[in-house]
């Protein structure tokens, strides 16, 4: 269980919120909007009404205390500048910030922010890779041009062992788990793994190099 300190509550923090219920974390959510801090009233423990760059009211929450500062703010760019540099100056352990181009990025991580996440750009080049391919049923970015894909068993692999596909050196993707109708069928996976019909495997790698080895 972690302490979260959630600024900003349109959509994208409202979303986080209820993940966040779910994975039984304890969330203080902030934003100026009386009506979006009682639409999330169900799913965090405590919630203020407050101008997130107001240091005065930044300095009553007691940020040090949270293990991680997220800045949900999507609507006032100079809002989240403001926001990310006093939570650090007030001595957050980790803000987390939101952007929506690489420049606001790189204003954020100047100002105070430990990492940047680009919802819209994430959930763009998950529906483009999923809904653009044939084979891809989901992708997950992890940074560092690194990815999570789900991607299908092709016919040619079936009957086949991780360890006579070699895909590991020849293509530095690692498969590391194998799904069987919509439910994980292998989890432990070895060089003698043997890939199955009709199912699909959360391979990790560079985009490069699993397109490289998946010809999509």
Not at 129 to 155: K, T
Request: aromatic share 6%; charged share 25%.
């Amino acid at each position: 269980m972690k302490t979260i300190l959630l600024i900003g509550l349109g959509r994208f923090g409202r979303h986080i919120a209820m993940k966040l219920n779910e994975l039984n974390d304890q969330v203080m959510a902030i934003d100026q909007d009386e009506s979006r801090v009682n639409a999330v009233l169900p799913f965090v423990t405590n919630a203020q009404i407050g101008d997130s760059t107001n240091e005065d009211f930044l300095a009553t929450i007691g940020v040090r205390n949270f293990d991680v500062c997220i800045v949900a703010i999507g609507d006032n760019f100079q809002s989240s500048l403001e926001t990310a540099s006093l939570l650090k100056e007030l001595g957050a352990r980790k803000v987390v910030a939101r952007a929506s181009r690489d420049v606001q990025a790189k204003f954020l991580l100047r100002s105070g922010a430990d990492e940047v996440v680009y919802p819209e750009k994430q959930a763009a080049i998950s529906t483009a890779l999923r809904y653009g391919s044939d084979h891809i049923s989901d992708y997950i970015e992890l940074g560092d041009d690194h990815a999570i894909f789900e991607i299908e068993v092709p016919q040619n692999w079936v009957g086949k062992t991780i360890g006579q596909l070699d895909i590991r050196n020849r293509y530095q993707v690692n498969i590391m788990a194998i799904k069987k109708n919509g439910k994980f069928a292998m989890t432990v996976i070895t060089s003698d793994t043997c890939l199955p019909s009709e199912s699909t495997m959360l391979v990790l790698g560079t985009q490069r190099d699993v397109q490289r080895c998946f010809h999509f």
